[in-house]
């Protein structure tokens, strides 16, 4: 188990570090210096200049990326240009709310997903899984559109919930639902109509299966055969595109904290681009690639822990 | 599943009595015409396409013209979609935003594909290569793409190019995979071994025997690359960070129309309908195309 936990440790570190080091290399070899662009046209040259040697602009490039790799294993990521704090303690006032709004949205979309697919396989093309696959279909749509249709639905016309704000979970449970509610549904819909494609196909597979007819022919009821059997492994697919579906809501999520007004990393991410503050967006980039790899992180662990057979291969 | 139609088998001219049958294989456009899922799919893109090349001469006028007067009017025989919070006209916008919004994805189409070729094929001959590449793709693809391109909005500056730019890095990576993927299947063929063995360079192997065994999946995959370039241009447009407030596309147009959700819904409608309709005609017409062009792949029904 260790070994193996080790072996996807390895291969999580690109997923840090390639974004990472395409932001480095965007900022170092795009036209114009940084420090300039980053500090505006009111700065002085002695301010530009000591932003120079703070980001250590004034080093060759190999020189600057091995501090800026120091800098980023050492989670010493500077002063936001805008908040004038260290950006280490910026973020974590941000990223709760984002890590939330995607953990609810995956729950949201692998339950929809899950609970759609199976309903349509096993009424293989009759009318409710016809009309399960063409709802599917439209679930492709981008998600920032599916939330002002929600808002307009549920807020505007139904009253249901608030059309934008957000309340932390210590303001109770049932006010944090209610702002967290359409964010994470929009944010979900996308993936749900995925997992529920992939889990209706992978359940009609594992249908035919030989050990599923031998369960039947044994006389087990429906029941036990469908959920101790068929679904176990018909959902093994969709909980490995889980990693990716986070890996993509964490990046839908920046338009969806813009819609409802929620505080996350992605609409600190979007005004700290709109202001150039460059390094809060590499803050923003790196927490967002950590979050993920332990997201996947994660997911490896139950997935080697529900399928022993991963472990030794 | 589509049935393949294969022509009568005819009689060769002052054909002998052995092998004289000859089956064609049906064209590619043969077998789409027998497809009504890709026939829709590709006459909406076709109306979608002639109504941005078109936008000029069907909603003649800037399309950015603002009209205080007549503002927040709803969708009728004058203003077809309505006007939004600035008084112009949706219809207006909705076709001329088209034309940034299918070219953004036309560009990055072509440029994503065109490096994902190369680089897949690269990789699939070079093992040292490979490796690092494929590295690199992981990281890249489990990382969402908005994110970066946002960042790299921030260095560049919000503009055409820089979307251009960041969305095609962005799109190398699950095309390279798949051009790899197929490149590695192809050169342990046989006719490759022949043509190895006799003595054909690997530039000529590659546009030769390797690209065209390889085109299907290519093919199928740029359409879901450009529903995905299309999708990536508007919700970075839409967050603000995308080709600039100066400019028009479906994406855009929606930025400031969520804040008039309220008084005017038709403002948020119809650039969405038209977005929606371009991305799920590109994926219908890539699901078919995997259909018609593996049929191993094809989806159980």
Do not use: C
């Not at chain 1, 002695?46 to 190999?62: N, S, W």
């Not at chain 1, 997903?113 to 009309?131: E, Q």
């Not at chain 2, 219809?91 to 036309?106: D, E, Y």
């Amino acid at each position: 188990m260790l070994r193996y936990l080790g072996k996807r440790f390895l291969l999580i570190l690109p997923t840090i570090f390639v974004p990472l080091i395409l932001v480095f290399l965007l900022l170092r070899l795009s036209p114009g210096d940084p420090a300039g662009m980053m500090l505006g046209d009111q700065a002085t040259p002695e301010q530009i200049a000591a932003l120079r040697t703070q980001m250590g602009l004034d080093q060759p490039l190999l020189m600057q990326f091995l501090l800026w790799l120091k800098n980023i294993v050492t989670l010493n990521l500077g002063n936001s240009l805008f908040f004038r704090e260290p950006v280490m303690q910026i973020i974590p006032r941000y990223a709760g709310v984002t890590i939330l709004l995607t953990l609810v949205a995956l729950t949201l979309a692998v339950a929809i997903g899950v609970t759609m697919g199976l309903i349509s396989a096993m009424n293989r093309n009759k009318p409710i899984d016809r009309g399960v696959v063409a709802t599917a279909v439209l679930g492709i749509s981008p998600e920032f559109w599916f939330a002002l249709l929600l808002i307009f639905i549920f807020s505007v016309t139904l009253r249901w919930f608030p059309v934008a704000g957000y309340n932390p979970p210590s303001a109770g449970v049932v006010a944090f639902a209610a702002t967290i509610f359409l964010p994470a549904l929009a944010l979900g819909v996308r993936q749900s109509a995925l997992m529920t494609r992939m889990m209706r196909s992978s359940m009609l597979d594992v249908l035919n299966e030989p050990y599923i007819t031998t369960a039947r022919a044994q006389g087990l009821p429906e029941r036990t055969v469908i959920g101790r059997y068929a679904m176990r492994t018909a959902a093994m697919p969709v909980v490995t595109v889980v990693g990716l579906s986070a890996g993509y809501m964490l990046g839908g999520a920046v338009a969806i904290e813009l819609i409802f007004a929620l505080p996350g990393l992605g609409r600190l991410l979007v005004e700290a681009v709109g202001r150039r503050d460059y390094p809060l967006v590499e803050g923003g980039v790196l927490t967002i690639a950590l979050v993920l790899a332990f997201l996947n992180l994660l997911i490896d662990v139950i997935y080697a822990l529900v399928d022993p057979r991963i472990r030794y291969q | 599943m589509t049935v393949i139609e294969t022509t009568a088998p005819e009689r060769l001219p002052g054909g002998d009595e052995a092998a004289t049958f000859v089956t064609t294989n049906p064209t590619l456009w043969q077998r789409l015409l027998g497809n009504p899922t890709a026939m829709v799919s590709i006459a909406v893109l076709v109306l979608l396409s002639l109504s941005a090349i078109l936008a000029p001469l069907l909603a003649p006028g800037n399309p950015m013209k603002v009209n205080p007067a007549e503002r927040f009017i709803g969708p009728g025989a004058e203003y077809f979609f309505g006007t939004d919070n600035l008084g112009r006209d949706m219809f207006k916008m909705v076709l001329h935003g088209g034309r940034t919004s299918l070219l953004v994805g036309l560009v990055v189409t072509a440029v994503s594909m065109a490096i994902a070729v190369v680089l897949g094929a690269i990789s699939g001959f070079y093992r040292q290569v490979d490796v690092v590449l494929m590295r690199l793709v992981d990281g890249l693809m489990a990382f969402p793409g908005i994110v970066l391109a946002t960042a790299a909005a921030a260095i560049l500056g919000p503009s055409m190019q820089t979307v251009i730019t960041s969305l095609s890095i962005v799109l190398i990576a699950p095309s390279l995979r798949i051009v790899r993927g197929q490149v590695l299947v192809v050169r342990e063929l046989q006719m490759i071994e022949a043509a190895r063995a006799f003595g054909v360079p690997t530039l000529r192997l590659f546009t030769r025997y390797i690209l065209p065994a390889v085109s299907s999946p290519i093919l199928v995959q740029a359409s879901f690359v450009f529903s995905a370039a299309v999708l990536g241009e508007a919700g970075l447009s839409f967050i603000g960070v995308g080709i600039g407030p100066k400019e028009l596309s479906w994406g855009n147009a929606l930025t400031e129309a969520r804040n008039y959700i309220t008084q005017a819904p038709w403002i948020v409608l119809f650039p969405g309908l038209a977005l929606m309709l371009t991305i799920l005609a590109l994926n219908l017409l890539g699901d078919s195309l995997r259909d018609i062009l593996d049929p191993r792949l094809a989806r159980r029904r």
